[in-house]
């Protein structure tokens, strides 16, 4: 395994958190999105997680710094994978918008080039034909915040070459992860199998009117002793993300509840800016949250 030079392609909130982590390990790291003005975004957004690694893994500022330097940014894909030994993609959950990323990269990427799918709902399988090296290709899943949860889930799809999985396994140690090896393909994979459906119940509660977000959270955290109720979680997953798989949903099953939640989200959270965490506002505004106030669980 001699993944010396990671591309990341999107530059999201994970996309971005990905390229930080995979730099401060200390590989070189391509960051690719689609235009010039997401790039900017990307910068921007590269540069907040600095305050992040000093106040949470105790970071000095040179570390912080020299993990930027190793991080080049690209608005043109050929450039940005010229050299590419891996590529992790993270850009929308949307199949045709991956598919057709995928049609480009594999033009555009080195023969020997690995492509990783950050996917957390699509499965591998979706995408192996479309990128031209279906045995070099699978998922690759990280958590929100991971530098503090560091979790990745490696999964292959039924044409992964075995070295191919044992590599990346490898690799997602060597940038600080814990690999989790999923053998077979499973929708939503580990970690999203145990957070989507609590995320999913707590939306229909709040649509439904049944409860607001303080209190669904409420209820959570002190049943369970989790740090965070479903709300909070999809702040800083981002708003956007669960949009995009609410509206899968309903366009996959019909479900008109689903349908009622696409458009709630829509109309009360993205249109109005309140994207979560990222944007100070979602279901709850930053930098003070309401569910870190002392008296939130009494």
Sequence with gaps: MNYQNVTVAGS??????IAYQTA??????????????????????IEKLKTRYQKD??????????????????????KAVENADFVIEAVPEVIEIKTEFYNKLGKAAPEKTIFATNSSTLLPSQFAEATGRPEKFLALHFANEIWKNNTAEVMKHPGTDEGVFKDVIEFAKSIGMVALPLHKEQPGYILNSLLVPLLDAAEKLLVNDVADVETIDKTWMIATGAPNGPFAILDIVGITTAYN?????????GDPMYEKLAKFLKEEYLDKGKLGVETGEGFYKYPNPAFLEPDFLK
Excluded: P
């Design 12 to 17: 999201g909130v994970l996309g971005s958190q």
């Design 24 to 45: 401060f390990k200390g590989f070189h790291v391509s960051v690719y999105d689609m235009n010039q003005e997401a790039v900017e975004k990307a910068k921007e957004r």
């Design 57 to 78: 893994l105790k970071a000095t500022e040179q570390e912080v710094n020299q993990a930027y330097s190793r991080i080049s940014f690209h608005s043109d894909l050929e």
């Design 245 to 253: 798989v609410v509206k899968d949903k309903a366009n996959k099953t």
